[in-house]
């Protein structure tokens, strides 16, 4: 069974990848363990990632991945945003860059993004995540609105599951609260 993953725990599994894997990389936290990485929350249970590394390295950069996993007790998943929602434009650029682990790039994946994949799932935990978000002003609330209703509109992918009307409801009962 894999441990919760408080900051600490998030450090030094980035430290020990950053001395595992020593090719340029680009690694992106998408899920709750942003909020632990901000501080917002103490603990998550999955570290959700994306990467870029070169092709000839991906084999290497994958068993790196999975004997930390192994040896920290860490769950990590290969899972964005995208994968599952339609996410607003931009939001590659507002990734936020946190540092450098070794050559290990690491960001935080764009919070409208990571709010848009909440809204859609729609958990109570994914509300209060959200609501920790525009209290700690990481996400504004009309941008959040304006970037949700953009996406929904424009999105020209269908996606199997994404309902809009539960994401305006889950959207309008957070920024009611």
């Not at 990485?37 to 000839?56: C, I, K, S, Y």
């Not at 290990?104 to 709010?115: H, K, T």
């Not at 909440?118 to 941008?143: C, F, M, N, Q, Y």
Request: proline share 5%.
């Amino acid at each position: 069974m894999r441990e919760d993953i408080d900051r600490t725990r998030l450090v030094q599994f980035l430290e020990e990848l950053g001395r595992a894997y020593r090719r340029p990389a680009r690694l992106y936290l998408c899920g709750g363990e942003t909020l632990v990485w901000r501080g917002l929350r103490e603990t998550t249970r999955d570290v959700d990632v994306a990467f870029n590394v070169d092709a000839a390295d991906h084999h290497a950069w994958i068993r790196a991945i999975v004997a930390l996993k192994d040896r920290l007790r860490v769950n990590v998943e290969e899972a964005q945003p995208s994968d599952f929602v339609p996410v607003p434009r931009g939001a590659e650029a507002r990734a936020e860059f946190v540092g450098r682990f070794g050559a290990v790039d690491v960001f935080l994946c764009d919070p409208y993004s990571i709010a848009m994949a909440k809204l859609h799932r729609g958990a109570a935990r994914d509300l209060a995540d959200i609501k920790s978000l525009l209290d700690a002003e990481v996400l504004a609330p009309g941008t959040l609105s304006d970037l949700v209703e953009d996406t929904i509109t424009t999105d020209p992918r269908p996606r199997i599951g994404f309902d809009p009307a539960r994401v305006r409801r889950n959207l309008g009962a957070v920024l009611k609260t």
